[in-house]
């Protein structure tokens, strides 16, 4: 899409949106538990920039290493034809390192925080895959069921709009952890609970995506999953055992 002379593309609209959203609405969780908002812009700010590094490079070590070799440039470009994907594992680690050196510089709990950023973390994801569905990227398998959706961009065949079926599970997702916010009985909770419900969500729409790489029956997204859903429960527990004994 194009205003006058300036393209505005549609994956980096919804990005901003979801961080504008996300500064609003994390800011006022702040405020009320006794914060400055202004931790807000700088803590999603520091993760967008991790989090998108972070996705790029772990897309280019599992799919792309040996083009990478051959023309890094290339591969790292942000505009054009090198903007081929993201992966959420290596978004999620990248977002996390400034969080948690952030925390630790300001002496802030990182439990506590993440508890309040998790529900936008869900609501973000839900707001940026609508922009894989209107840039045409992260689309599922060929099919011939009537919800088969063409991507002009990638062939003529009707495949899964994968990319709504995550907006709509994440909306769902944040709703059940904002719902849960307010009544959580231990730090950590409400993000835990939110790496499991990704775990969950993102094995069930593995099967209707278009997968490069598979391990068996699995998708290599769906093994990953696997592991993030055993420690995401793993300490699930650990965190409610801790809060038990009165740690």
């Known amino acids: 899409m194009a205003v006058g002379t300036i393209k505005i593309f549609s994956w980096g609209f919804m990005l901003a949106l979801a961080v504008l959203i996300a500064i609003i609405g994390i800011g006022r969780c702040l405020e009320r538990e006794g914060f400055k908002r202004e931790i807000a812009a700088d803590l999603i700010l520091l993760c967008v920039v991790g989090g998108v590094l972070g996705g790029r490079i772990a897309y280019i070590i599992t799919y792309e290493w040996i083009d990478f070799i051959r023309n890094p440039l290339a591969v790292l470009s942000l505009h054009g034809e090198g903007i081929r994907g993201l992966v959420w594992y290596g978004s999620l680690a990248g977002g996390l390192l400034p969080f948690v050196v952030y925390l630790r510089r300001k002496e802030l709990s990182f439990w506590a925080m993440a508890d309040i950023f998790a529900p936008f973390l869900a609501l973000g994801y839900a707001i940026v895959r609508i922009g894989c569905f209107l840039n045409g990227c992260c689309y599922g398998a060929i099919t011939s069921s009537k919800w088969g959706v063409v991507f002009p961009a990638v062939d003529g065949f009707y495949r899964y709009p994968t990319q709504l079926y995550s907006s709509a599970l994440n909306l769902v997702l944040f709703a059940i952890l904002f719902w849960l916010y307010p009544r959580r009985r231990f730090?950590?909770?409400?993000?835990?609970?939110?790496?499991?419900?990704?775990?969950?969500?993102?094995?069930?729409?593995?099967?209707?995506?278009?997968?490069?790489?598979?391990?068996?029956?699995?998708?290599?997204?769906?093994?990953?999953?696997?592991?993030?859903?055993?420690?995401?429960?793993?300490?699930?527990?650990?965190?409610?055992?801790?809060?038990?004994?009165?740690?």
């Open 187 to 247: 730090n950590g909770q409400v993000f835990t609970v939110y790496i499991i419900g990704y775990a969950l969500y993102r094995f069930i729409v593995e099967f209707f995506r278009d997968s490069l790489i598979m391990i068996g029956v699995l998708s290599l997204g769906q093994v990953y999953t696997l592991i993030l859903l055993l420690l995401g429960i793993a300490l699930y527990y650990y965190l409610q055992a801790r809060y038990k004994k009165g740690l």
